[in-house]
């Protein structure tokens, strides 16, 4: 049997090599293996004398540090405790620190949320103040459009109305005002169509009133060639057969200068017909304003015509007033025609002229039943023929090309006028009826104061 020092030997060894132990781990895997074979052999009491040994050693061991290191050890107390102090003083000026930039960073967090805010404002209102401009623009041309219409540029109103309706108003769309400008974009086009048709209406208006003083120029300037073609007669005997109108009467005749409608007694601007065609031409109401003219105009050929006309007043003013007008209505439709091609055709000027020839013929006829004199008679023969030599034939006209003035040949205005031509072999014929008449009752007449001689 193993003596009792070896035991005790032994139980020294275990538990010095459990004090010795690594780690914590090394150390309960040293102490419980002890423990049990401590139990086992009933060496326990043995084991705690010895742990009892190691730890009365190691607090002796302690001890004798401290009482040589006391000083030391009181002097690293105290500055632990000046340590503890800085570093409690130092937490403290830490978290104030910490709460001072808590305290900035909010304070910086709300004049970033400032900021940003003011940026939005800004940018709000950037864009409040460019919707505004956009806005004061449209409004600009809108009554820019109604300040053109009042000072007659209509042409230029409808180009500010076009340029409001496809460029400006496509900047404010999403806003009311945009939809309450466009609606009214049709009625302004309204507005621009009827002040362009007032002003035409009053120009026509003016034509009629010129109508008459224009015939009376026209047929004015057709006795002067008269004049002038006797004249050319007299002097070269070969013109005696040629009659007015005649190609070698017409280039006899073509250093007298003369415009019928422009001229120092009357001018005649189409430049509102020319306007009011080209509106509507914009407006796509071509076709439209075609139909409105064409009834205008016989309206003003139906105001043109009187009711009935008097052959016998003194001077015949009412049968040369008739004609005057009616010459003067056709030359401005032939000119119109000729000028606005697509405005007037010449079915529509003939009908026109058609009908104004059978009124008149139809009034004179009715008319001649109170001539009893064959003097009065030639008279209204001379107006008719005049007017018949003045419609058929127009006088020179005058145009200039790159400032060189051309004189062009007689402008014909092209007017039938066969049915007035074989009304003037029913006025002969009256006028034989009146010559029979008047050498019956002068025969008889001088049968009954017995003024009769013989014949041989």
């Known amino acids: ?22 780690s914590e781990i090394d150390y309960f895997n040293r102490l419980i293996p002890a423990i049990s074979d401590a139990g086992t052999s009933s060496k326990s009491q043995n084991l705690l004398h010895s742990l009892d040994q190691i730890t009365a050693g190691q607090e002796a061991e302690i001890e004798d540090i401290c009482n040589t290191n006391h000083q030391g050890f009181v002097s690293s107390v105290k500055q632990l405790f000046k340590a503890r102090e800085k570093s409690v003083a ?40 460019r919707a505004l401009q956009d806005c004061l623009e449209v409004l600009r041309l809108a009554n820019q459009v109604h300040d053109l219409l009042a000072r007659k540029a209509y042409y230029s109103a409808l180009r500010a109305l076009d340029e409001l309706q496809n460029v400006h108003l496509q900047r404010i769309t999403h806003y009311e005002l945009a939809n309450l400008i466009r609606k009214s974009v049709p009625a302004t086009k309204r507005l621009v169509a009827d002040a362009v048709m007032a002003d035409l209406s009053t120009w026509l208006y003016r034509i009629r009133e010129t109508s008459e003083f224009l015939g009376e120029v026209a047929f004015y300037h057709t006795e002067q060639r008269r004049t002038r073609q006797k004249e050319r007669a ?5 013109l005696i057969n040629c009659q007015l109108n005649s190609a070698v009467e017409s280039v006899a ?9 422009d001229n120092e007694d009357v001018q005649v601007d189409f ?29 003003q050929k139906e105001l043109l015509m009187p009711t009935s006309v008097s052959l016998v007043d003194s001077d015949g003013s009412s049968l040369s007033q008739l004609l005057e007008g009616i010459a003067g209505f056709s030359i401005v439709e032939k000119a119109t025609m000729k000028k606005l091609p697509d405005l007037r055709l010449q079915a529509d000027v003939d009908e026109l002229w058609d009908s104004m020839c059978r009124i008149s013929i139809t009034l004179i006829s009715n008319a001649l039943i109170e001539v009893t004199n064959a003097e009065l008679l030639l008279k209204v023969k001379g107006v008719i023929a005049l007017f018949i030599q003045t419609m058929s034939v127009g006088l020179p006209s005058i145009t200039f090309a790159t400032r060189e003035r051309r004189l062009m040949s007689s402008q014909t205005w092209g007017f039938a006028v066969d049915s007035l031509d074989t009304f003037l072999l029913t006025l002969f014929d009256k006028y034989a009826e009146l010559l029979e008449k008047r050498f019956s009752d002068d025969f008889q007449e001088a049968s009954r104061h017995g003024l009769c001689v013989p014949v041989f």
């Open 271 to 299: 430049t509102p017909l020319f306007e009011c065609m080209h509106i509507h031409d914009t407006l796509d109401q071509t076709e439209k304003f075609k139909v409105d003219y064409a009834a205008t105009r016989r309206q």
């Open 234 to 238: 007299g002097k070269i005997a070969p």
């Open 253 to 261: 005749d073509e250093d007298e200068e003369f415009d019928i409608l």
């Open 1 to 22: 049997m193993p003596s009792v020092l070896d035991q005790r030997n032994g139980a020294d060894s275990a538990a010095q090599q459990i004090v010795l132990s690594s």
């Open 90 to 129: 130092l937490t403290t000026e830490i978290l104030g620190l910490n709460q001072s930039i808590q305290s900035s960073t909010e304070t910086l967090a709300r004049q970033k949320r400032g900021m940003v805010e003011s940026r939005e404002v800004r940018q709000n209102i950037d864009e409040a103040n």
